[in-house]
Every structure is written in C-alpha cells, then in structure tokens.
C-alpha cells in the first residue's frame, strides 16, 4: 500500500472487496493460527468459510524446527486438514534454496537448527550434521585444545535451535571462516516467537547474529520478508501476487513479505504486532488491512 496511507480496520465491506479480488490467501502459523500448540479460537472456522468461497490456502512458516511433514501433522493433531503441498517452511526453503543453486551433493550441511531442517535436506538429496544431536556436546576450553570440524562442509543452515550451545557456535565458525567457498544460509532473522500460548522466547534471530558476529558476514536469508518461498508458491500454483492476500502477525516479515511481492496485506493482532505497534509514527511498515484474529472474518463472510 502507499506509505503514506494509513491501514484500513477490517470490516464488512472491505473484506468482502478484499475476498473477491483474491484467489489465494497465504497465512504465517505462529501467531495467526496457532500459539505454541494451542489453536487459536475460531480458526477452524475462518478457514473453512474461506475454502467454501473457493480460495487456495497456503501456509508460509518461518519456524524452521518442523518440515512440511510434520507440520502437517501439526495441523492434523489441532483438527485442521491442511495437506504438505499446502505448507511451505523456511525449513523447506533452505534445502530448496542449495538444490536451485546446485549445491553438489558430495558436499556436507551443518546444521545449527532442529530436525526440521535435516529433514528437508534429507530429503531434497543432501547430507546434514549437527542439530539436535550436536546439542548435547560440551567443549573442554583447555590447553593446546584445537576444535577439528569437518573440512567437507559447504554450508551452515542456521535456524530456530532450542538446542544452540557454544559448541554449534564453534563448529559453524570454523566451517564458514575456514572452509573455502562454505555458503551461510538463515532461515530468518526473527526477533521472537511464541513458542508457547503465554509468552515470546527468543527466535532465530538471536542464533544467527551469534554466528554473524563470529563470521563477520551477513547470511543468505531465505524465509520471509526474503521472496525466495514466494518464487517457489508462483511456479506451484500459477497465481499473480496481486491476486493473493498474505496474512500475519508481524510486520517486518510477513506483512513486508507480501508487500515485497506484491501482495494484499491483513495484520492481526493476535501475535507479536500489537496495535500501538502498528500506529506508531516510527513504524512505516503497513498493511492494507488489520483485525484482531483471524476469524473477526466470519462476521463478514458472505455466505
């Protein structure tokens, strides 16, 4: 939208202008759909009314600890069918992103992140390290100690670790600063998330400045507001930007995620973006529209 232009609260007639210009809607999860593992309330709803209009649902993640496939159980376990090809994760994007760029397969990917991640690079042909598993490994700071890491690594993935420790921060420096030619690749750079329903914990925005300040280079960020995933939603379902509607909780990724592509926007205030947030004058990222949660839709829906 113009800068300048202020955003328009939801309502009756807006929305249903909105619902008729747009052939798909593209939601981010935490926040929006779901906190931590609790479903936000009417969600089941809103999404049903939007399919029975005839809107192609996609659900565009930045959390990296699941893969499309767990993220479908996800859905499946809160009572929402939504299937894999439906879900794209910055979990998926990384791996997609080296496939794209002919990453050689010989080559191996640190991880620091979760199964998410080495699933997807699994998946798309490609040997992954670390993770979860490197979470449990200390390092003994003594004389003479020299840290050996893998000289085969070509990237390091960075993303959500619940696990992150001072040996991961190690293993990735090394590989960056000493492998020739190694890629640093971000899923995000998210500030927070909700991990829980209570309260924001730190997101991957934190593990990746770690190793931007022991690197002293800036990642290739493949999760939202980058375009990448959207390149990837365009050559899967045909659909111009302009007829699709990204919704989500956060301004500097999905909010300007969609305006980078040339999306429709609605924030909701169910997440991190607070509405003072939002009407700051310092903040110049705005939406189309904003609501309170996503099924304030069902008041408007024309059924």
Avoid at 41 to 51: H, T, W
Avoid at 182 to 204: I, K, S, Y
Avoid at 276 to 282: G, H, T
Wanted: proline fraction near 4%.
């Amino acid at each position: 939208m113009d800068a300048t232009a202020s955003p328009s609260l939801l309502s009756d007639q807006n929305f249903n202008s909105l619902c008729d210009s747009v052939e798909a809607f593209l939601f981010d999860c935490d926040g929006v759909i779901w906190k931590g593992d609790k479903l936000i309330e009417g969600v089941p709803e809103a999404l049903s009314a939007l399919r029975s209009k005839g809107k192609k649902l996609v659900f565009v993640t930045n959390n990296s600890t699941k893969s499309r496939k767990q993220y479908a159980k996800k859905f499946q376990n809160l009572g929402l069918e939504v299937s894999e090809e439906e879900i794209f994760s910055s979990s998926f994007a990384a791996a997609m992103f080296l496939k794209i760029n002919n990453f050689p397969t010989d080559k191996k990917v640190y991880v620091i992140g979760e199964e998410g991640i080495l699933e997807e690079l699994e998946l798309a042909g490609f040997t992954g390290l670390g993770g979860p598993e490197d979470g449990k490994k200390t390092v003994d700071l003594k004389p003479n100690c020299l840290f050996e890491h893998d000289k085969n690594v070509g990237a390091v993935v960075v993303g959500l670790d619940h696990y992150i420790n001072y040996y991961k921060l190690q293993y990735g420096t090394l590989c960056i600063r000493e492998n020739p030619g190694c890629l640093f690749v971000a899923t995000n750079r998210d500030a927070v998330g909700h991990m829980t329903d209570l309260q924001e914990w730190p997101g991957a925005g934190c593990m990746v400045a770690a190793i931007c300040g022991t690197t002293k280079r800036e990642p290739i960020v493949v999760g939202k507001p980058s375009t990448f995933m959207m390149d990837f939603l365009l050559q899967r379902f045909h659909i111009k930007p302009s007829k699709m509607c990204m919704v989500g909780d956060r301004l500097d990724t999905d909010i300007l995620f969609g305006q980078n592509a040339g999306c429709k926007t609605l924030l909701v205030l169910s997440g991190v973006t607070t509405l003072s947030e939002l009407e700051d004058p310092s903040n110049h990222i705005k939406p189309d529209h904003y609501t309170n949660k996503l099924s304030d839709i069902l008041q408007f829906i024309e059924t």
